[in-house]
T-cell receptor, first 113, second 111 residues
Framework: DTAVSQTPKYLVTQMGNDKSIKCEQN?????MYWYKQDSKKFLKIMFS???????INETVPNRFSPKSPDKAHLNLHINSLELGDSAVYFC????????????FGPGTRLTVL | KQEVTQIPAALSVPEGENLVLNCSFT??????LQWFRQDPGKGLTSLLL?????REQTSGRLNASLDKSSGRSTLYIAASQPGDSATYLC??????????FGKGITLSVRP
């Protein structure tokens, strides 16, 4: 009965590779998010989708491309991985935006060697 | 640009103590404020959500208050237990549902 799930939980890869992280929510929410938590534990939003439409795109390199095939899924594809991309990536979802509570997934720890 | 501050960064208290965690934010135009708990190596668990029109919310031993005009929120934990040891994050929701987080307060409750 997992609410927001992410795969994989851990991802170790070489610099220059391309990788994807998947997120799924079974809460019936229509808005999904990607956040990045850096080595200093600071959490910052990257993207937000509402009904498969991009509504937030913070200053994130073009190497990061989110894709939402449907309301329950939001995937994150990263091209040409760099050392600085090492972080924990969290997916979240909410019912609508603004006043809605956000629920977070368990995170994906990405390590770029 | 919204900024959220949580001070101190770390706190250690003996078991049984009542404690208050503080959060301040610079832009009072918020939709809501959420308190989260994060255990080491784990995801975020939502503790309490306060809408901008509300003053406080309670859940068990936790009570969160919001003073939007002064840009402050507090999380009150009653009768703290070792199991409360974790990092507590405050986040405010603004335009486009964007959550802006503080850096968190790492709480250690000593048995």
């Amino acid at each position: 009965d997992t609410a927001v799930s992410q795969t994989p939980k851990y991802l170790v890869t070489q610099m220059g590779n391309d990788k994807s992280i998947k997120c799924e929510q079974n809460l019936g929410h229509d808005t999904m998010y990607w956040y990045k938590q850096d080595s200093k534990k600071f959490l910052k939003i990257m993207f937000s989708y509402n009904n498969k439409e991009l509504i937030i795109n913070e200053t994130v390199p073009n190497r990061f491309s989110p894709k939402s095939p449907d309301k329950a899924h939001l995937n994150l594809h990263i091209n040409s991985l760099e050392l600085g991309d090492s972080a924990v990536y969290f997916c979240a979802s909410s019912h609508g935006g603004g006043v809605a509570e956000q629920f977070f997934g368990p995170g994906t720890r990405l390590t770029v060697l | 640009k919204q900024e959220v501050t949580q001070i101190p960064a770390a706190l250690s208290v003996p078991e049984g103590e009542n404690l208050v965690l503080n959060c301040s934010f610079t832009d009072s135009a918020i939709y809501n404020l959420q308190w989260f708990r994060q255990d080491p190596g784990k995801g975020l668990t939502s503790l309490l959500l306060i809408q901008s029109s509300q003053r406080e919310q309670t859940s068990g031993r936790l009570n969160a208050s919001l003073d939007k005009s002064s840009g402050r929120s507090t999380l009150y934990i009653a009768a703290s237990q070792p199991g409360d040891s974790a990092t507590y994050l405050c986040a405010v929701s603004g335009a486009n549902s964007k959550l802006t987080f503080g850096k968190g307060i790492t709480l250690s409750v000593r048995p």
